[in-house]
Every structure is written in structure tokens, then in C-alpha cells.
């Protein structure tokens, strides 16, 4: 059984542009969902996909836009990118609530 | 409202316990989970307990609910070097359309010394 795996580990991109994050989620899980972690805080739920669909949004602005594919992998897009962005971006999947798998993450820097 | 709150940090000596408390808002709430995060990398999920329980045992780990004040806390016995990491609380809840989200605390950082 594979995990979480996210891509690239780290990225580096300048204000004002666009960023695609990527996510493969473990074998049967079929919900995926992601969340922005900045230095020294919590995670902040950004998004949650089911079977392709989007069924739950935090607080983002829609700069902030995703995708989950029929293979349950999900892509996380960020446009306009602003220096508040820089931070952790963690994908998780789940078949249920009794568990959540993340991964390692992709470490954003926008300068 | 929703909100999750944890005291920052706590430090312990090698092979003490560790009692890491968390306070929750949400009532509704039907799974908690203790997640640990080393530096530098992902979440991993320690534990979770159900909400219709108040107590849950996984070897070196005792989970404790008490629903009514929305305290739950994570025992860590005969604590080690390497469990030195960041420890996040987490619940769940029911966003606008029912779906479930998790909603997370600022984490505390555990400092094992030697």
C-alpha cells in the first residue's frame, strides 16, 4: 500500500505567478484535502475533493483553486501568487473520518 | 465558532510523562486526533478517539475525552528522545454543506530532555 505522495518537495516562485501543486493519494482513499501551513502555525484547511467534486472550502480567496482526477490524485493551483503564500502546503487522503494520510508536503517560497 | 487551542510548549525529562491537553469549541464534533509532526516533515497520526468514547489506550498512548468541557488530552508514557516534535490536536467538523473539514490547534512542541 503506498502513501501520500506530493510533488515537488520545495519550490521557489516569484510574486505574480502561477503554481501547480500535486498530490497521489493512498490506495482507496478517495477523498482528498489540503491545507497551508505557515512557519510556527497550525494547519488552515483550504479545500476537500470527493470523487472529483469539491465539498468543503476554508477561508481562501479563489485564487486558490484545486482538481481531483478519477485516479483520486489532486492538484492544488495558486494564482497571482503574493509573499503571504510562502508556506507548507500539505495534501491528505481518507476513506473516512477515522483517519486522515498526509504527506511530506511542498514547501512554497514566493519572493 | 470553531477553534482549537493547545499550550505551546512543554518540556519533560527522559522517561517522564507527557500530558499534552487541548481545549475544543465544536461540539459537534465527532473524531479527535492527535497528530505529530517532526521538523521538516508531514503529519503523522498518532491516535484518534471517537466522540461517543472517553478514553482510548494504544500502547505508550492514553487519549482521555471529557466531551462535556471539550478537554482532551494525550499521555505520552515513559517518554523518549525521539519523541521530541510538534504535537497537533485536531477535530472534526461539518462545514456549511455537511462535509467534514478538520479543524486544527497551533500545535505543542514537546522538548525531551536528556
Known amino acids: 500500500e503506498t502513501g501520500v505522495t506530493q510533488s515537488p518537495t520545495h519550490l521557489i516562485k516569484t510574486r505574480g505567478q502561477q503554481v501547480t501543486l500535486r498530490c497521489s493519494s493512498q490506495s482507496g482513499h478517495n477523498t482528498v484535502s489540503w491545507y497551508q501551513q505557515a512557519l510556527g502555525q497550525g494547519p488552515q484547511f483550504i479545500f476537500q475533493?470527493?470523487?472529483?467534486?469539491?465539498?468543503g472550502r476554508g477561508n481562501f480567496p479563489p485564487r486558490f483553486s484545486g482538481l481531483q482526477f478519477p485516479n483520486y490524485s489532486s492538484e492544488l493551483n495558486v494564482n497571482a501568487l503574493e509573499l503571504d503564500d510562502s508556506a507548507l502546503y500539505l495534501c491528505?487522503?481518507?476513506?473516512?473520518?477515522?483517519?486522515?494520510?498526509f504527506g511530506s508536503g511542498t514547501r512554497l517560497t514566493v519572493v | 465558532g470553531e477553534d482549537v487551542e493547545q499550550s505551546l510548549f512543554l518540556s519533560v525529562r527522559e522517561g517522564d510523562s507527557s500530558v499534552i491537553n487541548c481545549t475544543y469549541t465544536d461540539s459537534s464534533s465527532t473524531y479527535l486526533y492527535w497528530y505529530k509532526q517532526e521538523p521538516g516533515a508531514g503529519l503523522q497520526l498518532l491516535t484518534y478517539?471517537?466522540?461517543n468514547m472517553d478514553m482510548k489506550q494504544d500502547q505508550r498512548l492514553t487519549v482521555l475525552l471529557n466531551k462535556k468541557d471539550k478537554h482532551l488530552s494525550l499521555r505520552i508514557a515513559d517518554t523518549q528522545t525521539g519523541d521530541s516534535a510538534i504535537y497537533f490536536c485536531?477535530?472534526?467538523?461539518?462545514?456549511?454543506?455537511?462535509?467534514?473539514?478538520?479543524?486544527w490547534g497551533l500545535g505543542t512542541s514537546l522538548a525531551v530532555n536528556p
Open positions: 478517539i471517537f466522540s
Open positions: 485536531a477535530e472534526i467538523t461539518l462545514n456549511a454543506g455537511n462535509n467534514r473539514k478538520l479543524i
Open positions: 491528505a487522503s481518507s476513506r473516512g473520518p477515522d483517519g486522515y494520510t
Open positions: 475533493y470527493y470523487r472529483e467534486e469539491e465539498n
